[in-house]
Protein backbone atom coordinates (compact mmCIF):
# COMPACT_ATOMS: atom_id res chain seq x y z
CA UNK A 1 0.00 0.00 0.00
CA UNK A 2 1.46 3.41 -0.77
CA UNK A 3 -0.32 6.94 -1.37
CA UNK A 4 0.01 6.37 -5.49
CA UNK A 5 -3.38 5.91 -7.45
CA UNK A 6 -4.31 2.09 -8.47
CA UNK A 7 -3.42 3.30 -12.01
CA UNK A 8 0.42 4.06 -11.35
CA UNK A 9 0.75 0.50 -9.80
CA UNK A 10 -0.15 -0.85 -12.87
CA UNK A 11 2.38 1.26 -14.67
CA UNK A 12 5.01 -0.09 -11.84
CA UNK A 13 3.57 -3.78 -12.24
CA UNK A 14 3.54 -3.96 -15.75
CA UNK A 15 7.12 -1.77 -16.66
CA UNK A 16 9.42 -2.76 -13.82
CA UNK A 17 8.13 -5.26 -11.09
CA UNK A 18 7.04 -7.85 -13.35
CA UNK A 19 10.67 -7.87 -14.59
CA UNK A 20 11.96 -8.71 -11.05
CA UNK A 21 8.98 -11.43 -10.19
CA UNK A 22 7.81 -13.86 -12.89
CA UNK A 23 4.24 -12.41 -13.91
CA UNK A 24 4.36 -9.64 -11.37
CA UNK A 25 3.07 -9.16 -8.27
CA UNK A 26 0.47 -11.46 -7.24
CA UNK A 27 -1.32 -9.94 -4.30
CA UNK A 28 -3.59 -6.83 -4.13
CA UNK A 29 -1.48 -3.81 -4.43
CA UNK A 30 -3.48 -1.06 -2.52
CA UNK A 31 -4.10 2.66 -2.99
CA UNK A 32 -4.18 4.84 0.27
CA UNK A 33 -4.64 8.39 -1.56
CA UNK A 34 -4.16 11.30 0.96
CA UNK A 35 -2.54 8.62 3.59
CA UNK A 36 -6.04 7.85 5.75
CA UNK A 37 -4.95 4.64 5.96
CA UNK A 38 -1.33 5.69 7.29
CA UNK A 39 -2.33 7.67 9.66
CA UNK A 40 -5.01 4.96 11.26
CA UNK A 41 -1.73 2.88 11.30
CA UNK A 42 1.00 5.86 13.00
CA UNK A 43 2.88 5.14 9.93
CA UNK A 44 2.37 8.12 7.65
CA UNK A 45 5.14 10.72 7.07
CA UNK A 46 3.50 14.25 7.43
CA UNK A 47 7.01 16.20 6.49
CA UNK A 48 6.95 14.00 3.20
CA UNK A 49 3.04 13.61 2.48
CA UNK A 50 3.75 9.63 2.28
CA UNK A 51 3.90 6.18 3.88
CA UNK A 52 6.77 5.14 5.91
CA UNK A 53 7.63 1.48 5.81
CA UNK A 54 5.29 -0.24 7.98
CA UNK A 55 4.83 -4.07 8.19
CA UNK A 56 2.18 -5.30 10.32
CA UNK A 57 1.14 -9.75 10.50
CA UNK A 58 -2.04 -9.85 10.92
CA UNK A 59 -3.17 -13.20 13.06
CA UNK A 60 -6.91 -14.83 11.38
CA UNK A 61 -8.55 -13.27 14.60
CA UNK A 62 -7.85 -9.63 13.10
CA UNK A 63 -5.16 -8.98 15.60
CA UNK A 64 -1.87 -7.43 15.20
CA UNK A 65 0.95 -9.63 16.22
CA UNK A 66 3.74 -7.64 15.61
CA UNK A 67 4.59 -4.51 13.45
CA UNK A 68 7.85 -2.89 12.18
CA UNK A 69 8.34 0.44 10.48
CA UNK A 70 11.59 1.98 9.10
CA UNK A 71 12.09 5.23 7.64
CA UNK A 72 12.52 5.13 3.29
CA UNK A 73 15.73 5.10 2.67
CA UNK A 74 16.25 1.33 4.46
CA UNK A 75 14.20 -1.27 2.79
CA UNK A 76 13.04 -4.63 4.48
CA UNK A 77 14.13 -8.05 4.82
CA UNK A 78 11.23 -10.41 3.58
CA UNK A 79 12.94 -13.84 5.14
CA UNK A 80 12.85 -11.99 8.65
CA UNK A 81 9.32 -11.89 8.62
CA UNK A 82 8.59 -14.97 6.99
CA UNK A 83 11.19 -16.12 10.00
CA UNK A 84 8.39 -14.29 12.56
CA UNK A 85 5.28 -15.74 10.46
CA UNK A 86 6.54 -18.79 11.06
CA UNK A 87 7.04 -18.31 14.67
CA UNK A 88 4.04 -16.84 15.33
CA UNK A 89 1.79 -19.91 13.35
CA UNK A 90 3.79 -22.32 15.61
CA UNK A 91 2.91 -20.33 18.41
CA UNK A 92 -1.00 -20.42 17.54
CA UNK A 93 -0.99 -23.88 16.59
CA UNK A 94 0.30 -24.95 19.54
CA UNK A 95 -2.34 -23.27 21.69
CA UNK A 96 0.00 -21.07 23.45
CA UNK A 97 2.27 -24.06 25.44
CA UNK A 98 4.81 -23.54 23.57
CA UNK A 99 7.31 -20.36 22.58
CA UNK A 100 9.76 -19.81 20.26
CA UNK A 101 13.36 -18.48 22.00
CA UNK A 102 14.98 -15.55 19.86
CA UNK A 103 17.04 -16.66 16.82
CA UNK A 104 13.85 -19.76 16.41
CA UNK A 105 14.12 -21.27 13.06
CA UNK A 106 11.12 -24.64 12.06
CA UNK A 107 12.75 -27.38 12.78
CA UNK A 108 14.72 -25.81 16.17
CA UNK A 109 14.09 -26.43 19.75
CA UNK A 110 10.85 -24.33 21.25
CA UNK A 111 10.27 -23.47 25.11
CA UNK A 112 7.37 -24.62 27.29
CA UNK A 113 6.80 -22.31 29.73
CA UNK A 114 5.61 -23.46 33.07
CA UNK A 115 7.35 -23.61 37.01
CA UNK A 116 10.26 -26.15 36.27
CA UNK A 117 11.61 -24.14 33.23
CA UNK A 118 12.12 -20.88 35.53
CA UNK A 119 15.81 -20.69 35.92
CA UNK A 120 16.56 -23.42 33.66
CA UNK A 121 16.65 -22.08 29.83
CA UNK A 122 19.91 -22.57 29.95
CA UNK A 123 19.84 -26.34 29.67
CA UNK A 124 17.71 -25.68 26.64
CA UNK A 125 18.43 -22.99 25.13
CA UNK A 126 22.41 -21.08 24.44
CA UNK A 127 23.24 -18.65 22.06
CA UNK A 128 24.93 -20.30 19.63
CA UNK A 129 21.60 -21.92 18.88
CA UNK A 130 20.47 -18.16 16.98
CA UNK A 131 23.23 -19.02 14.10
CA UNK B 1 -13.63 -11.29 -1.68
CA UNK B 2 -12.46 -8.42 -3.22
CA UNK B 3 -15.02 -7.12 -5.68
CA UNK B 4 -14.04 -5.67 -9.13
CA UNK B 5 -14.01 -2.05 -9.26
CA UNK B 6 -14.51 -0.02 -12.84
CA UNK B 7 -11.65 2.36 -14.03
CA UNK B 8 -13.30 5.93 -13.82
CA UNK B 9 -11.45 9.24 -14.87
CA UNK B 10 -12.14 10.19 -10.19
CA UNK B 11 -9.33 8.96 -8.62
CA UNK B 12 -10.79 5.69 -6.28
CA UNK B 13 -9.91 6.40 -2.45
CA UNK B 14 -10.59 4.25 0.67
CA UNK B 15 -10.82 4.82 3.81
CA UNK B 16 -11.31 3.32 7.40
CA UNK B 17 -14.49 1.78 8.28
CA UNK B 18 -16.20 1.28 10.85
CA UNK B 19 -16.90 3.94 14.22
CA UNK B 20 -14.18 6.01 12.78
CA UNK B 21 -15.88 6.61 9.20
CA UNK B 22 -19.15 7.11 11.45
CA UNK B 23 -17.57 9.93 13.35
CA UNK B 24 -16.04 11.96 10.37
CA UNK B 25 -20.02 11.69 8.38
CA UNK B 26 -20.78 13.37 11.61
CA UNK B 27 -18.40 16.10 12.31
CA UNK B 28 -16.80 17.90 8.97
CA UNK B 29 -13.68 18.76 11.01
CA UNK B 30 -13.03 15.14 11.83
CA UNK B 31 -9.73 14.90 9.10
CA UNK B 32 -8.35 17.97 10.27
CA UNK B 33 -8.14 16.90 14.39
CA UNK B 34 -6.71 13.50 12.79
CA UNK B 35 -3.66 15.03 11.40
CA UNK B 36 -3.02 17.22 14.25
CA UNK B 37 -3.65 15.18 16.58
CA UNK B 38 -1.06 12.62 18.10
CA UNK B 39 -1.87 9.48 17.33
CA UNK B 40 -0.68 6.71 19.55
CA UNK B 41 0.68 3.98 17.62
CA UNK B 42 -1.42 0.97 17.07
CA UNK B 43 -0.82 -1.83 19.19
CA UNK B 44 0.72 -5.52 19.03
CA UNK B 45 -2.32 -7.76 20.77
CA UNK B 46 -5.12 -5.48 19.42
CA UNK B 47 -7.51 -5.65 16.87
CA UNK B 48 -6.25 -4.21 13.21
CA UNK B 49 -8.26 -1.35 12.61
CA UNK B 50 -10.83 -1.95 9.36
CA UNK B 51 -10.47 -0.84 6.35
CA UNK B 52 -11.58 -0.54 2.76
CA UNK B 53 -9.01 0.37 -0.37
CA UNK B 54 -8.90 0.58 -4.48
CA UNK B 55 -6.18 -2.17 -5.30
CA UNK B 56 -4.77 -3.28 -8.66
CA UNK B 57 -4.21 -6.88 -8.54
CA UNK B 58 -3.04 -8.99 -11.77
CA UNK B 59 -4.97 -6.95 -14.36
CA UNK B 60 -7.99 -5.38 -12.45
CA UNK B 61 -9.14 -2.67 -10.29
CA UNK B 62 -10.48 -3.96 -7.08
CA UNK B 63 -11.93 -2.86 -4.01
CA UNK B 64 -10.36 -4.67 -0.93
CA UNK B 65 -11.80 -4.75 2.57
CA UNK B 66 -8.85 -5.38 5.38
CA UNK B 67 -11.62 -7.62 7.28
CA UNK B 68 -12.95 -9.59 4.59
CA UNK B 69 -9.01 -11.88 4.78
CA UNK B 70 -9.49 -12.34 8.45
CA UNK B 71 -9.55 -15.79 8.47
CA UNK B 72 -5.77 -16.22 7.30
CA UNK B 73 -2.71 -14.73 7.99
CA UNK B 74 -2.39 -11.43 6.21
CA UNK B 75 0.85 -9.53 6.21
CA UNK B 76 0.00 -5.19 5.34
CA UNK B 77 2.85 -3.47 4.01
CA UNK B 78 3.35 -0.02 3.31
CA UNK B 79 5.87 1.81 1.50
CA UNK B 80 6.67 5.46 -0.12
CA UNK B 81 5.95 5.68 -3.34
CA UNK B 82 6.21 3.22 -6.75
CA UNK B 83 9.04 3.91 -8.61
CA UNK B 84 10.85 5.00 -5.70
CA UNK B 85 14.38 2.63 -5.35
CA UNK B 86 14.54 0.54 -2.24
Not at chain 1, 17 to 28: A, N, W, Y
Not at chain 1, 49 to 74: A, C, H, K, M, S
Request: net charge negative; charged share 25%; glycine share 12%.
Amino acid sequence: MSIDSVFVHKMWDENELSKMVDGGVPFPMLSDGGGQIGRLYGVFNEEAGVENRGRFIIDPDGVIQGYEVLTPPVGRNVNETIRQLQAFQYVRNSKGTEATPAGWKPGKTTLKPGPDLVGNVWKEWQTKMVE
Amino acid sequence: MAEEMEAGCTRPTGGPTGEAQKQATEDETTTETLQQEVKPMIQVGHKAPDFTAPGYQKGNFINVKLSDYFGQWVLLCLYPGDFTFV
